[in-house]
């Protein structure tokens, strides 16, 4: 099971882009990446998942490079809503699900 | 559509007692997970049902048991409650198994053993 590292916290102001990036070195052929926000006092929301190059939905974009040692979290122009936590999640067929720690996105006005 | 539900919302149990958490989902998901999530912490797998039937062990079973008893439903049970196992609990389903197969999960339930 790829174990993921992320930044703790960032800090951002509304209506700024915010990049995420979630470190995987030991990631799988067959795993997926996969990004989760929560916030407070609710369950974990799925956003994104990908598994190489770029994926874009009406939330983020998420970018992994070509190694797929890392992946980034990309969300355009946040606004306070967006204040949450954000998972990292990568896994195959049917691991062990890792959530870590996460990122606590602060978004000022 | 109610997605997951959990009940109770909050719990408050004496050390040593028992209780059992309840979940369900109307999505006619085939696989079901039960989560706890400590203070300032991410989620720990605690149990999975990959399918109605069957069930295996997360990363932190101890102290905890499960029940699929049905395809909609997936309970927890503390039988013997310590302060360790004060916690969020969170359930979640997903369409079938596998970590690239979106989660979605209920609300949550708000344990604290005394």
């Known amino acids: 099971l790829a174990k993921t590292t992320q930044p703790i916290s960032m800090d951002s102001y509304e209506g700024q882009e915010v990049n995420i990036t979630c470190s995987h070195n030991n990631i799988a052929t067959n795993d997926y990446i996969t990004w989760y926000q929560q916030f407070p006092s609710q369950g974990p929301r799925f956003i994104i998942q990908g598994y190489k190059t770029k994926v874009t939905n009406e939330v983020a974009s998420l970018f992994i490079p070509a190694d797929r040692k890392s992946s980034t979290l990309s969300l355009p122009r946040v606004s306070l809503s967006d204040t949450a936590v954000y998972y990292c999640l990568v896994g195959g067929a049917f691991n062990k699900f890792y959530f870590g720690s996460g990122t606590k996105l602060n978004v000022k006005p | 559509n109610a997605g997951v539900t959990q009940t109770p919302k909050f719990q408050v149990l004496k050390t040593g007692q028992s209780m059992t958490l309840q979940c369900a989902q109307d999505m006619n998901h085939n696989s079901m997970y039960w989560y706890r999530q400590d203070p300032g912490m991410g989620l720990r797998l605690i149990y999975y049902s990959a399918s109605e039937g069957t069930t295996d062990k997360g990363e932190v079973p101890n102290g905890y048991n499960v029940s699929r008893l049905n395809k909609r439903e997936f309970s927890l049970r503390l039988e013997s409650a310590a302060p360790s196992q004060t916690s969020v609990y969170f359930c979640?389903?997903?369409?079938?198994?596998?970590?690239?197969?979106?989660?979605?999960f209920g609300p949550g339930t708000r344990l604290t053993v005394l």
């Open positions: 979640a389903s997903s369409e079938n198994r596998g970590s690239q197969i979106p989660q979605y």
